[in-house]
């Protein structure tokens, strides 16, 4: 049975940094291009980041390259997202996903496994 657990999240203050980790069980974890997503209250879904099997092609949405930064630990079976200089409209679920292909997609239905998300709140 595949397992992507989130955890990290928190309430925490504009400014403040935090990081995020997805351990994954049931999967070649190293096989799996891994992304993040995140769900605002009344938005949809949309793309953070993704990073390749071999960390080789890390990728980011526009609006949030700099403060972002996706790693992976394939001996750990995890991939991390780490947030910095955090925003009140950062607030939202953050969601890691697994994909089979070798090529990254910033489309939340081309990913085949997700996690149950953790809650993000930053207050100002």
């Known amino acids: 049975q595949v397992q992507l657990v989130e955890s990290g999240g928190g309430l925490v203050q504009a400014g403040d940094s935090l990081r995020l980790s997805c351990a994954t069980s049931g999967l070649t974890f190293s096989s799996y291009f891994m992304g993040w997503f995140r769900q605002a209250p009344g938005k949809e879904r949309t793309f953070v980041t993704a990073?390749?099997?071999?960390?080789?092609?890390?990728y980011y949405a526009d609006s949030l390259k700099g403060r972002f930064t996706i790693s992976r630990d394939n001996a750990k079976n995890t991939v991390y997202l780490q947030i910095n200089s955090l925003h009140p409209e950062d607030t939202a679920v953050y969601y890691c996903?697994?994909?089979?292909?070798?090529?990254?997609?910033?489309?939340?239905?081309?990913?085949?496994?997700w996690g149950q998300g953790t809650q993000v709140t930053v207050s100002s």
């Open positions: 996903a697994a994909r089979t292909s070798a090529d990254s997609s910033s489309y939340w239905y081309a990913y085949k496994y």
């Open positions: 990073i390749s099997q071999n960390v080789g092609n890390i």
